[in-house]
T-cell receptor
Framework: QQQVKQSPQSLIVQKGGISIINCAYE??????FPWYQQFPGKGPALLIA?????SEKKEGRFTISFNKSAKQFSLHILDSQPGDSATYFC?????????????FGQGTRLTINP | KAGVTQTPRYLIKTRGQQVTLSCSPI?????VSWYQQTPGQGLQFLFE???????NKGNFPGRFSGRQFSNSRSEMNVSTLELGDSALYLC?????????????FGEGSWLTVV
């Protein structure tokens, strides 16, 4: 059972545009939602994370929007740059003993055209 | 501060053999988790160790096992390798608390089973 669904699978955006990646989760016990960026040949690197008590979090050009009632969250990349071309993963975990067990979405391959 | 270090980076094994992968977490981190990444299944949680004890386990067969040493370093072992075990194996470390600590990934060990 896939507990975190991510879309789209791939995305092409022009330089300077806004990239938007969406995720939906099923388990209401999830309370931590990180986004990871992965370049080819590298491990995933944490970009930004949010908890359900906040509807939006910004860090530089990256913003997470969170809708608890809809059980959805999304990543917005403003002023997208060619260097942002990578695969992005949303994830979720529960509090307590399972906090280190991340459940990942299937990933979005983002390409920023110069 | 050094990141999560995994060895070896690349290895090729024959079906039926076994393999051991090593991970050194970030200094001070007590939790080490292992993930398998494949194009078809994405990123899947294998298990987590905290203070030398397995705290969480994913849905993988018993051929996949791990351990953690007193210095928090961890190893994972896969016995009786199958072709489908070919994957990128990622180690992740965190402080290990129960409230959604930041989880840092290593660059992974690429395993090819022939």
């Amino acid at each position: 059972q896939q507990q975190v669904k991510q879309s789209p699978q791939s995305l092409i955006v022009q330089k300077g545009g806004i990239s938007i990646i969406n995720c939906a989760y099923e388990n209401t016990a999830f309370d931590y939602f990180p986004w990871y960026q992965q370049f080819p040949g590298k491990g995933p690197a944490l970009l930004i994370a949010i908890r359900p008590d906040v509807s939006e979090k910004k860090e530089g050009r990256f913003t997470i929007s969170f809708n608890k009632s809809a059980k959805q969250f999304s990543l917005h990349i403003l002023d997208s740059q060619p260097g942002d071309s990578a695969t992005y993963f949303c994830a979720a975990s529960r509090a307590g003993q399972g906090a280190q067990k991340l459940v990942f979405g299937q990933g979005t391959r983002l390409t920023i055209n110069p | 501060k050094a990141g999560v270090t995994q060895t070896p980076r690349y290895l090729i094994k024959t079906r039926g053999q076994q393999v051991t992968l090593s991970c050194s977490p970030i200094s001070g981190h007590r939790s080490v988790s292992w993930y398998q990444q494949t194009p078809g299944q994405g990123l899947q949680f294998l298990f987590e160790y905290f203070s030398e004890t397995q705290r969480n386990k994913g849905n993988f067969p018993g051929r996949f096992s791990g351990r953690q040493f007193s210095n928090s370093r961890s190893e994972m072992n896969v016995s009786t390798l199958e072709l489908g075990d070919s994957a990128l194996y990622l180690c992740a470390s965190s402080a290990g608390g129960t409230g959604g600590n930041t989880i840092y990934f290593g660059e992974g060990s690429w395993l090819t089973v022939v």
